[in-house]
């Protein structure tokens, strides 16, 4: 009796080792989202940004970086109606249009991310297309605050110096947006345009 039972449980014990041998070899292959490559275990090598067993999650980037500033458009006029430079010379001329430089703020702390020394004379056009290239890409960690594009007519003569024209809130980032390449915002007014050239750093 005691070595039929011994025989039994080795018989058992083969059995089980089988069959779980059996199932290793024959693992199910799972779908690997957002450019993952399924490995030879039926697991997920992730592409960069992204985690867990199937790849699904997106990995808060460390910064995101913006590489270029093209505002596509903005108010040609003040909101009453008037141009932006309205001395009687000015109206007399192409001066009455507006001299557009931008300036980045993290409206959250009043920290100045970006401020070309590019400006651009009498835009008679509103919706030019108005491009400032950082010498670096501006390098922002803490896109959750509140990230702002300021656009402003420059006034060289009068005080103040500076007319604010319009202004765009970035909201440079959500947990399942793919990590755009170019990104477009729009300002509250609905007046002002911007696109942004974005790369991410994990
Ligand atoms: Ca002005
Ligand atoms: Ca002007």
Do not use: H, M, R
């Given at each position: 009796m005691r070595n039929l039972i011994i025989t039994l449980s080795l018989l058992l014990f083969i059995t089980?080792?089988?069959?779980?041998?059996?199932?290793?070899?024959?693992?199910?292959?799972?779908?690997?989202l957002n450019g993952g490559i399924e490995t030879v275990d039926c697991g997920c090598d992730c592409s960069e940004g992204y985690a867990?067993?199937?790849?699904?999650?997106?990995?808060?980037?460390?910064?995101?970086?913006i590489?270029?500033?093209?505002?596509?458009?903005?108010?040609?006029?003040?909101?009453?109606?008037?141009?932006?430079?309205?001395s009687l010379l000015d109206l007399l001329s192409d001066d009455k249009y507006p001299d557009i430089y931008v300036q980045l703020i993290n409206g959250t702390t009043l920290e100045t991310l970006y401020f070309p020394v590019i400006n651009y004379i009498n835009v008679e056009d509103s919706l030019s297309e108005l491009e400032f290239t950082p010498s670096e890409p501006?390098?922002?960690?803490?896109?959750?605050?509140?990230?702002?594009?300021a656009i402003f007519?420059?006034?060289?003569?009068?005080?103040?110096?500076t007319e604010l024209m319009d202004s765009i809130e970035l909201?440079?980032?959500f947990n399942t947006n793919n990590f755009p390449v170019e990104s477009i915002f729009v300002s509250e007014s609905f007046l002002s345009n911007?696109?942004?050239?974005?790369?991410?750093e994990f």
């Open positions: 089980t080792s089988c069959s779980s041998d059996d199932s290793d070899d024959a693992c199910t292959p799972i779908e690997c867990g067993s199937d790849c699904s999650s997106q990995i808060d980037p460390s910064a995101i970086l590489n270029k500033i093209t505002i596509t458009s903005f108010p040609l006029l003040k909101p009453n109606g008037d141009y932006w430079d309205n501006i390098s922002i960690q803490d896109y959750d605050d509140n990230i702002v594009l007519d420059y006034d060289e003569d009068e005080d103040p110096v909201d440079l980032y911007v696109i942004l050239e974005l790369s991410y």
